[in-house]
């Protein structure tokens, strides 16, 4: 092949592949729903660790009392060499109360406060050592005992989508 008809860029994939592995990932997930869902459990089981070894159970009159807190557990895990940065992004407190009607708000502004910074830190002039903050999943667990279904459903769905017509969906992002 000549020389001039060569640029080079069909190695481009292997080469954002390595330099990939090599930086590692980072991968942030939110779990909301109900104390006693498993959420933990679940979180310990996918990933072999545990992140709740210093976590204080809460008696039945400080749940009640309790308002959704966002925290945030971090770990390292090295699999085959490729180093993946996980974030477990956990909402305490989520759907606990009584009147849970306001519940969801503190994880929607989580959720917009860390796409904003991404935002704002690709957009600067110094990108590269951005944290990536965002959140990538989020994992919602329903109550199987029904009570609540109605919230746990609107809450999944995008705003408009109680209509029914399905065109609300056009246009609107996710989060």
Partial sequence: MDDKEYVGFATLPNQVHRKSVKKGFDFTLMVAGESGLGK???????????????????????????TVEITKHAVDIEEKGVRLRLTIVDTPGFG???????????????????????????S?????NIQDNRVHCC???????GHGYGLSLRLL???????????????????
């Fill in 40 to 66: 933990s459990t679940l979180v310990n089981s996918l990933f072999l660790t545990d992140l709740y070894q210093d976590r204080k159970l809460l008696s039945a009159e400080e749940r009640i009392m309790q």
């Fill in 96 to 122: 606990d109360a009584v009147n849970n009607t306001e519940c969801w708000k503190p994880v929607a502004e989580y959720i917009d406060q860390q796409f904003e910074q991404y935002f704002r830190d690709e």
């Fill in 124 to 128: 600067g002039l110094n990108r590269k």
């Fill in 139 to 145: 994992l919602y667990f329903i109550s199987p005992f």
């Fill in 157 to 175: 769905a995008p705003p408009g989508a109680a209509k029914g017509t399905g065109q609300e969906h056009q246009g609107q992002g996710c989060h």
